[in-house]
């Protein structure tokens, strides 16, 4: 037996050797890759933070199995747009998840956390609309210059697009360490602005992650944008961490924005219902509202306050509102054909507004279906429209000479300057439903109402009002002088066969001594409190 173990032990010890020399070239190959990372870390840190590349040395190359892109002052000279951002000079997410994927290496050979920080900005939107993009653009390089103020030597600061940022939390941060940064963050971005002469207010709502706690490396951004949009739906200015679920939000909404693109690129599955005003004399139909409609293959019928949401957060909101006005110009000379002229109404949102050829783009399509301009009216809410009232008075002005007519919707909700409102070259005012529903309990209602329709008229605008639902709204309204009503005493939403047999039939409002609801009521859906394009009314 000792002569068997005499005889085998040399190969057991040269096994052993082979072995360990092995593992220690494994250990050492792993070493120089987390030397080389640190080295790429700190050089595109720098980067990001506008600091000088040190000239000691040049950037190591990658070691061979690394997976990473290899960095150098060289390399990110040639693609100084893939790293930095040119509006804030801080990082870009491209940039950041390059970062990441070092950070998590790193991480798991010293077992330590990482943090992750969405931050999205609340109000910036109507900063943006209301004093102009150079005031949106000075907000948000300010934004920038504050995160990277408030960062660790260890921390990373990137701006994703529009007003979201991230910030890398690295150098083992808990949960406590995670919210303290946050609440920073917060208080810090709160601190007032003072921009092109004015002083701007603004907070912001951040979602945190935690590496390894909420999940692999390739969907931290992702569950952090969840738990933002948790905090944005808590009521905002606030920090959220992530939990289970969360993210479903997140996936359903890029699942509902690929539909929606499809729905736009092939025509399937949107529609337009109208729904009718009624003319306060003599009972006939002065015209309909245009409201938008969207049944899904696989959800059924889906909300516009479900979906518009989704298309504003995802840039289809210009497309969806081009979609409308381009159906609507078609139904119309559709009717035309069958002997119905009808003037329908259509809803624009401030993202149409802001097209530069939105003028040229109506002009084709009415050119396009053969549609007099006078059979089109766009309705802007009034607190839309005093976003910026100079800006709306020149596209006002030029949609004008196009020969449509402008109306100026929900009036009451918003703060109209009277010389504006006197300037703008709008045909109509509609009274928003919320004064409608009070008329019959309660007095300054009526009063407003009054007022309303007597300022009105005064500056050679025709009144209507939206929302009626009881005969008695509609005897007040008539007796306050209103011009047109539209709501669910009359009518509810239906498609354009609908109405097209609704109305040339002899069943209409005017030949009934009492009003009725449409034949078609099966698609009510609740209102929106924004305004959309197609929006739902009553």
Request: glycine fraction near 8%.
């Amino acid at each position: 037996m000792e002569t068997d173990l005499q005889a085998v032990s040399p190969w057991w010890w040269l096994l052993a050797g082979i072995l360990g020399t092995l593992a220690l070239v494994a250990g050492l190959r792993w070493w120089q890759q987390l030397r080389d990372l640190d080295s790429r870390t700190a050089a595109r840190r720098r980067a990001s933070q506008g600091e000088a590349t040190p000239a000691a040395a040049p950037a190591p190359a990658p070691a061979a199995g690394a997976g990473l892109t290899g960095w150098s002052p060289v390399a990110d000279a040639t693609a100084s747009q893939r790293v930095t951002d040119p509006l804030t000079g801080l990082g870009t997410r491209l940039m950041l998840e390059d970062l990441l994927a070092s950070a998590v290496l790193r991480a798991e050979a010293r077992q330590r956390r990482l943090g992750l920080l969405y931050i999205d900005i609340d109000g910036f939107k109507p900063v943006n609309d209301s004093f102009g993009h150079g005031v949106g653009d000075a907000l948000l390089r300010e934004v920038g210059r504050r995160l990277s103020e408030h960062g660790r030597s260890t921390d990373t600061v990137a701006r994703l697009g529009g007003d979201e940022f991230l910030v890398l939390l690295d150098g083992d941060p808990d949960a406590g360490a995670a919210a303290l940064v946050a609440e920073r963050v917060r208080a810090s971005l709160e601190r007032p602005y003072q921009l092109a002469g004015r002083e701007v207010r603004v907070s912001c709502s951040v979602g945190i992650v935690l590496y390894p706690d909420h999940g692999p490396r390739a969907r931290l951004i992702a569950r952090a944008d969840a738990a933002m949009l948790a905090a944005k739906r808590a009521g905002g200015n606030m920090h959220c961490f992530y939990e289970p679920g969360m993210d479903h939000d997140a996936e359903a909404a890029v699942e509902l924005q690929r539909d929606l693109r499809a729905a736009l690129e092939t025509g399937q599955g949107l529609s337009l219902h109208y729904q009718p005003k009624i003319d306060s004399a003599s009972g006939q139909i002065a015209g309909v509202e245009a409201l938008l409609r969207w049944q899904h293959p696989q959800r059924g019928a889906v909300s516009p306050v479900v979906f518009i949401p989704v298309a504003e957060r995802f840039g289809l909101i210009g497309a969806l509102g081009q979609w409308v006005i381009d159906e609507a110009a078609r139904q119309i000379q559709s009717w035309r054909g069958a002997g119905l002229s009808m003037r329908v109404a259509i809803n624009v949102s401030v993202h149409q507004l802001r097209q530069p050829d939105l003028v040229e783009r109506v002009g084709e399509i009415l050119s396009r279906h053969g549609v007099p301009p006078d059979l089109i009216t766009f309705e802007l809410t009034e607190s839309a429209a005093m976003e910026d009232p100079s800006a709306t008075l020149r596209i006002f002005e030029r949609l004008a000479v196009t020969g449509v007519a402008l109306s100026i919707d929900d009036f009451g909700t918003g703060y109209s300057s009277l010389s504006y409102l006197r300037k703008l070259p709008a045909s109509q005012i509609k009274i928003d439903r919320s004064f409608v529903q009070d008329l019959g309990s309660q007095s300054d209602a009526r009063a407003i109402v009054k007022a309303v329709i007597k300022l009105s008229h005064a500056l050679g605008l025709e009144v209507v009002a939206e929302g009626v639902e009881t005969v008695a709204q509609q005897d007040i309204l008539k007796q306050l002088g209103c011009d047109q009503m539209q709501g669910f005493l009359f009518a509810r939403p239906m498609p354009a066969t609908h109405l097209q047999l609704w109305a040339l039939s002899d069943e209409v409002p005017a030949n009934r001594p009492t009003f009725r609801d449409s034949v078609f009521n099966a698609d009510e859906i609740d209102p929106p409190s924004h305004p959309v394009p197609g929006r739902v009314t009553r």
